[in-house]
């Protein structure tokens, strides 16, 4: 379904300009942005994929990845299509590159508050692919999960304009903002996205208020030097100490063809990270102790992970044992 995009200018001839992320995509009658899901039709910008749901189902939270919002809940998890990076190392090749989608389902917001209501899912998960470039949608599906108490989660790059964020801001619960890279010219040269952008996204949502966890995909050959996350880790902790950082390892996908990140370098980062940083995980890996939560303060174990199987010790958001206050929102009583 398309229907006329929010967050753009009309130009001279029919021309337009996108001002939903840092693209500001200039286009011509039938031209489409850089997400491919976006297009100049006479003049008028319009979002093809309104509602068009490629990806859907009842994931655990700690999959998005956030560790310390409601741990051990089930989340209804949407996607649709296309996404404004290009990163050549995507795992979701087939839908975030628009013109491989094969089959979508239409729905409504109105369907998927009734899809989150009968798995009991305590929130929605705009996921998969990039949610920005389904904005409207996504936006319109977020008004009505916050009037019916559902909970809504971004899974996002972070690159978006700070108009867009801003307006999304008051349905907005949670995030797991994706940093690529410490370095502009990976952003621009490599993933074809913007670093400041991405910054500033983390910057604003957690002094908003809006709950906060990071994902570093750790690269084998193209981000993965010491420096890097030394930058990293110093930059989150100058926002907050308490942001959790999940440093993800890598594996070839799509494009990228590099070894898997190395143990040894995973370690090396998260060593640094916890330098910085009170609450850091290693993903993508066999590692029980370092994806468990522990208290910063005394060191007792609070929320204890094998898999998908959750130990949640965290009694009214505090260390039991110490009293200490633990960064995020939880279930224990």
Known sequence: MK?????YQKLKDKRV?????PHECLLSPGQRGICKVRKN????????NYGNITSMGIDPIEK???????????????????????CPFCQNIEISDADNV???????????IKIAKSNNSFGIAYTYNEPTVFYEFVHDTSVLAKKSGIKNVWVTNGNISMEALKEIRPYMDAANIDLKSFNSDFYSSFVSGDLETTKDTIAYLFKEGVHIEITFLTITNKNDSSE??????????????????HISRYFPMNKILEPPTSLNILNRNYDIGKKYLKYVYLGNVMDKARSNTYCPNCNTLLIERRGYQINDLIKNGSCPKCHT????????V
């Open 3 to 7: 229907i006329e995009a929010k967050f």
């Open 228 to 245: 890097e996350m030394e930058n990293i880790a110093k930059w989150i902790a100058s926002i907050s100490h308490n942001i959790p950082l």
């Open 17 to 21: 300009k996108c001002t939903l992320c």
């Open 102 to 112: 094969i089959e979508t389902k239409e729905t409504t917001p109105q369907d998927i």
């Open 41 to 48: 039709i006479s003049g008028q910008l319009y979002s093809l």
């Open 64 to 86: 998005k990845p956030l560790y310390h919002f409601f741990p051990s809940s089930n989340i209804l998890s949407i996607g649709s299509s296309g996404c404004n990076l290009l």
């Open 325 to 332: 206050k633990i960064y995020g929102e939880f279930n224990g």
